[in-house]
């Protein structure tokens, strides 16, 4: 970076979290970001007001909320929190009309493995007849299933759907509720939680004779931070809403 390029300014909300620490120590660290404003639940939201760019990593009740005050406010955003129903992301594209200049990324997941691993799930969706998607996640997790195996769920359904493929074979009856898991799109999704773990996931891909097993492990969340970085350093390229880091790596 030279000295006449401008740093860009960045905002936290959830900077007491488990990911916001981390977030404002990356964002501090990069020579061309400058941490301006570090907010979390309780503190005012007009200290990010002076932000170019925010980023939100809080809970899936108040994302929203602040997502809808930033874009009012003119601020590109960069959004780690899980819950995004097509619903939702429809809502985003509404607050978005009529502003051209501002961007908004939302990603399930900001590991680079992990966007790798969604990327080849959904590649070796339409050679397989059965799936199955276990995430693994630390107890302090909220939600379930992960934000990340909702999306990789999707991603496989469209898959098969693309590839003319049926309901995935499955002759159980589930004696107790909830033994086979939850359903997506007609995927099944297995959530595990357990002290130890950070963020960990499996698709496991089956046909006649063979197996496949697709793995990503977040071992630290220093893992999604280059991640988050990227958005931030191109959200304000991006105008308008782009779901997921994939097109930022192209
Ligand atoms: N996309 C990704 O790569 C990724 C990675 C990790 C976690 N996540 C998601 O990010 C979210 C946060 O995860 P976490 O582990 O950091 O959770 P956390 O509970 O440690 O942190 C959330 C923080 O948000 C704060 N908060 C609540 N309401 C607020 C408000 N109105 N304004 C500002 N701050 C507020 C809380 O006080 C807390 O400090 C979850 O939805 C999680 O699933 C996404
Ligand atoms: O720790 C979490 O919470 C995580 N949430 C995201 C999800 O729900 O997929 C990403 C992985 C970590």
Redesign the pocket.
């Known amino acids: 970076m030279t000295d006449e390029q401008e740093k860009i300014r960045v905002g936290v909300?959830?900077?007491?979290?488990?990911?916001?620490i981390e977030v404002c120590k990356a964002v501090d660290a990069a020579d061309d970001l400058e941490l301006v404003a570090s907010?979390?639940?309780g503190?005012s939201r007009s200290a990010v007001s002076d932000a170019q760019v925010v980023v939100d990593?809080?809970?899936?009740d108040?994302v929203m909320?602040?997502l809808r005050w930033a874009i009012e406010q003119g601020i590109s955003a960069v959004v780690?929190?899980?819950?995004f129903t097509e619903e939702r992301l429809e809502q985003v594209r509404g607050w978005l009309a009529g502003k051209p200049g501002i961007g908004v990324v939302i990603?399930?997941?900001?590991?680079i493995g992990a966007v790798l691993m969604m990327q080849f799930a959904a590649r070796a969706a339409r050679h397989f007849e059965s799936v199955e998607i276990i995430e693994q996640h630390h107890p302090?997790?909220?939600?379930a299933p992960?934000?990340t195996a909702t999306h990789t769920a999707r991603q496989i359904a469209r898959a098969r759907a693309e590839a003319g493929l049926g309901p995935v074979p499955d002759a159980t009856k589930d004696e107790v509720p909830g033994a086979r898991g939850a359903e997506i799109d007609g995927v099944r999704v297995h959530a595990v939680r357990a002290t130890g773990l950070v963020?960990h996931q499996e698709v496991l891909f089956g046909t006649t004779g063979e197996t496949l097993t697709i793995r990503h492990d977040s071992y630290d969340?220093a893992s999604?931070m280059p991640?988050v970085l990227l958005a931030v350093r191109a959200v304000r390229t991006r105008p308008g809403l782009t779901v997921g880091l994939d097109p930022l790596l192209d």
């Open positions: 909300f959830g900077a007491r979290g488990r990911m916001g907010i979390d639940q503190d990593f809080t809970t899936p108040v909320d602040n780690g929190t899980t819950g990603a399930p997941n900001f590991g302090r997790k909220l939600d992960s934000g963020a969340r999604f991640g």
